[in-house]
């Protein structure tokens, strides 16, 4: 234990696993290890989906293979928010097609630069996101070619396992989705990354003491989850265009609040 010890003090960023791309929370939490699923919770509006495109272009950014199965939105929405990230322009003017001349000529340049890359970033289609088998299906297909470092899952909610009765109970359908994505992550021996929402009981002046309760449909997700971050906005925050990123649950790290540029 003592060995293991000097070599995490003498060796920090060795035992680093993926980061999400915010320093500090990437210092306070080291990083998604193999295996580990991490989980963004938040109401509707919270920045959920963007948080999870940010994650996977920061990932790529720095060299690394990413897998983005989205069952939440078409492939060409997912370009998009990652072109958005990538250039640092406003996501509706892709969508409008109101690029300035000088920023069509950023996104060009951006484009040029993606081919350019060595590392891939895959994007499962929704038809091909209906449940957990069928992302193990694509994710087996894509090992054939690369060894990806992350997936991320867009979102875990609307994801049908496969392990359960559709009749059950719905927390006992909700967790079982977190279960299975999980043995994704341990199968695969890579982080899995993907987000819930939160109910309508989060919110107020108390709701950074808000646990896995507050999770949308089942307390059972926080179960098999290795970390949750909730993301939410204070009045505070909303004056600052901030966004403040909590984390309630942390199997190898303690909770911890963050205050993001939104």
Same mark, same amino acid.
Request: charged share 30%.
């Given at each position: ?16 696993? #993926? ?12 990083? !998604? ?5 991490? #989980? ?34 078409? @492939? ?9 990230? =990538? ?11 109101? $690029?300035?001349?000088? /920023?069509?000529?950023?996104?060009? !340049?951006?484009? /040029? ?15 091909? +996101? ?7 299906? /694509?994710?087996?297909?894509? +090992?054939?070619? +690369?060894?990806?470092? $992350?997936?991320?899952?867009?979102? $875990? ?20 989705? !977190? ?17 819930? =929402? ?8 108390? #709701? ?11 307390? /059972? ?9 909730? $993301? ?5 925050? @909303? ?24």
């Amino acid at each position: 234990e003592w060995t293991r010890y000097e070599n995490v003090r003498d060796n920090p960023n060795a035992i680093r696993g #993926i980061g999400t791309g915010w320093m500090d929370v990437d210092d306070w939490t080291m990083g !998604a290890g193999p295996g580990e699923l991490w #989980i963004f919770t938040g109401r509707t509006g919270m920045g959920k989906s963007i948080s999870l495109s940010s994650v996977a272009w920061n990932n790529y950014d720095e060299g690394r293979d990413v897998v983005i199965a989205t069952r939440e939105m078409p @492939k060409e929405q997912v370009l998009r928010r990652i072109a958005s990230r =990538q250039t640092m322009i406003e996501y509706q003017k892709f969508r409008s097609g109101s $690029l300035s001349r000088d /920023e069509e000529d950023v996104y060009r !340049a951006a484009l /040029e630069d993606r081919k350019d890359r060595p590392n891939k970033f895959w994007i499962v289609p929704q038809s091909r +996101c209906i449940d957990t088998v069928s992302i193990d299906v /694509e994710l087996r297909k894509i +090992c054939e070619e +690369c060894k990806p470092a $992350l997936v991320i899952v867009d979102y $875990l909610n609307i994801i049908k396992p496969t392990g359960i009765s559709p009749n059950a109970p719905r927390d006992a359908v909700q967790g079982q989705i !977190a279960l299975e994505l999980r043995d994704i992550a341990i199968a695969y021996s890579m982080p899995v990354i993907t987000a819930t =929402q939160d109910n309508r009981t989060v919110g107020g002046d108390d #709701i950074a003491e808000k646990g896995t309760e507050g999770m949308a449909m089942s307390d /059972e997700i926080g179960r098999h989850a290795d970390a949750i971050f909730r $993301l939410y906005r204070t009045p505070i925050n @909303k004056a600052n265009n901030q966004i403040t990123l909590r984390i309630i649950k942390g199997r190898d790290f303690d909770q911890r609040s963050f205050e993001l540029d939104a």
